[in-house]
């Protein structure tokens, strides 16, 4: 490829990724990021890797992330689950945080709990005692 070449090839790719950056607030829809620290518990913060979960979950994002519900509806299709379930809540929530990530703090059921049981009995690894999720170093 001539120098040349190389240029106008470049100066598309920089053009594409112009239009991209702009198409994207448009959208609407925020990128999740690969890895989350989620924190509040005393006993340490959750490291919760979003891209790994998304591949077991075989990329049905609804696993997770449930429909818009009418006491507080959705800005976009998945959002992040404390914009909505707060440390404390007041009515018409009902769902704390701790309620969101596991029903109740002896947090033997829930929609993260259940999998790992499930994919446990499988022979994976999946985290389900506090302190194999909850880490001091996670802070
Ligand atoms: C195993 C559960 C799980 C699955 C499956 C999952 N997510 Fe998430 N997602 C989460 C959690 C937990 C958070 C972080 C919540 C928080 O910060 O409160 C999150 C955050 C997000 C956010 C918020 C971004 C931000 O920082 O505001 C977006 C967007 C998102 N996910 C999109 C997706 C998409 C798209 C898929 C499907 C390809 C998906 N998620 C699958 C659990 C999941
Ligand atoms: C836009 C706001 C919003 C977001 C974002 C959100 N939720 Fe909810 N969620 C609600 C509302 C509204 C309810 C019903 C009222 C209540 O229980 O507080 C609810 C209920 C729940 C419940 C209890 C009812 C049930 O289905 O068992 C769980 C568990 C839950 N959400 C988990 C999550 C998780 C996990 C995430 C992130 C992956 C998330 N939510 C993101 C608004 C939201
Ligand atoms: C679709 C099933 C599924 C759901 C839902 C799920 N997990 Fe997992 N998770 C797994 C599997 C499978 C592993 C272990 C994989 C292995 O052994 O390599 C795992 C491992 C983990 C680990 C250990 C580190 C890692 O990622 O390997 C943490 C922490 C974790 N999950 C947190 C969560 C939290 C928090 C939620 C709920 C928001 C959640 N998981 C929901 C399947 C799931
Ligand atoms: C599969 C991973 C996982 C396991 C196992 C788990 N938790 Fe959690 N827990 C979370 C996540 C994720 C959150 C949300 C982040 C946060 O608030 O720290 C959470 C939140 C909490 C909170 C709420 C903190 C707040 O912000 O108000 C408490 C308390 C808690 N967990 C206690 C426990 C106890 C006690 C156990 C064991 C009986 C336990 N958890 C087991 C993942 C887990």
Redesign the pocket.
């Known amino acids: 490829m001539t120098k040349k070449s190389l240029l106008a090839v470049l100066a598309i790719l920089c053009a594409m990724g112009l239009m991209l950056s702009l198409a994207a607030p448009a959208y609407g829809q925020a990128k999740p990021k690969d890895t989350y620290i989620l924190k509040g518990a005393p006993m340490g913060g959750v490291k919760f890797e979003h891209k790994l979960h998304a591949e077991r979950a075989e990329n049905k994002c609804e696993t997770?992330?449930?429909a818009?519900?009418?006491?507080?509806?959705?800005?976009q299709p998945?959002?992040?689950?404390t914009?909505?379930?707060t440390k404390t809540?007041t009515p018409?929530?009902?769902?704390n945080t701790v309620?969101?990530?596991h029903?109740n703090a002896t947090a033997t059921t829930?929609?993260c709990i259940d999998c790992h049981k499930a994919e446990n009995a499988k022979d994976k690894k999946a985290p389900v005692k506090c302190m194999d999720c909850h880490k001091k170093e996670n802070t």
Not at 68 to 75: F, G, M
Not at 78 to 81: D, H, L, V
Not at 92 to 95: F, H, S
């Open positions: 997770c992330h449930h818009s519900k009418p006491e507080k509806p959705s800005e998945q959002q992040a689950c914009s909505c379930h809540v018409p929530m009902k769902t309620g969101a990530f029903k829930g929609n």
